[in-house]
């Protein structure tokens, strides 16, 4: 339960009892958690480089926002990555088609918001990616990599960490009472792994439009040159 919903709950209800299955904080033991830092312009290369693993069979990739889904999904599958998008602009068949064919193995990798895959219950994912670190709910990254790992299975959790999301890692290590191994790969940056201060909260809204664009702007360059 998010934070601001238990402090609203708790303005409403008179006495309420809290039943938990888990603590909120424990992740699942058999996920195998690793953090990547990489500048923004380069997320999506890293996530293709990842994807050039065999044994990324079946991966749930969490993005922000709608577009970012759709975005994402769209350029992997452009790469010949069979990819689909489920978030909550999906109507309910192009959400049913997306899981189904995701399920069947037609596609391999689901893209998602947090809300959309709230319902996703899926036994055999291989592997989690945070394409983005959920930066204003930090719990919900014990429920990203609790996706994985299901049914005594092992699993893997990749998350890439941009130079404005490295305060949301220090809260998601301080919530999980560990340190997230730190992945070595061939877009690493110390800027990002480095942040502190302004530099590693995400910007004002109203430099999020531009930031958007140039990232569109440079990823469709860097497509072009492949």
Do not use: W
Not at 145 to 157: L, P, V
Not at 185 to 213: E, L
């Amino acid at each position: 339960m998010p934070q601001r919903i238990s402090e609203l709950a708790k303005t409403l209800l008179r006495h309420p009892v809290r039943v938990e299955v888990t603590p909120q904080a424990s992740t699942v033991k058999l996920v195998q958690q690793k953090v990547l830092f990489v500048d923004e312009r380069n997320k999506i290369a890293i996530l293709l480089e990842l994807l050039e693993h065999e044994d990324l069979k079946c991966v749930l990739v969490f993005a922000r926002t709608k577009r970012r889904a759709n975005n994402v999904a769209e350029t992997l599958t452009s790469q010949g990555i069979r990819a689909e998008a489920i978030h909550g602009n999906k109507s309910q068949g192009q959400r049913t088609r997306a899981l189904d064919s995701f399920k069947s193995g037609h596609a391999r990798v689901l893209v998602a918001t947090d809300i959309a895959a709230r319902g996703i219950d899926i036994d055999d994912i291989s592997h989690v990616i945070n394409y983005d670190l959920p930066v204003n709910q930090v719990e919900n990254y014990v429920h990203r990599i609790g996706r994985t790992a299901r049914a005594g299975a092992k699993g893997t959790a990749y998350s890439l960490c941009a130079s404005y999301e490295r305060d949301a890692l220090r809260e998601i290590e301080s919530l999980i009472k560990m340190n997230i191994e730190v992945m070595p790969h061939s877009f690493h940056s110390n800027t990002a792994r480095d942040a502190v201060g302004a530099a590693a909260r995400p910007p004002p809204k109203q430099q999020r439009g531009q930031r958007r664009q140039n990232m569109n702007r440079q990823d469709r360059r860097h497509y072009r040159s492949r």
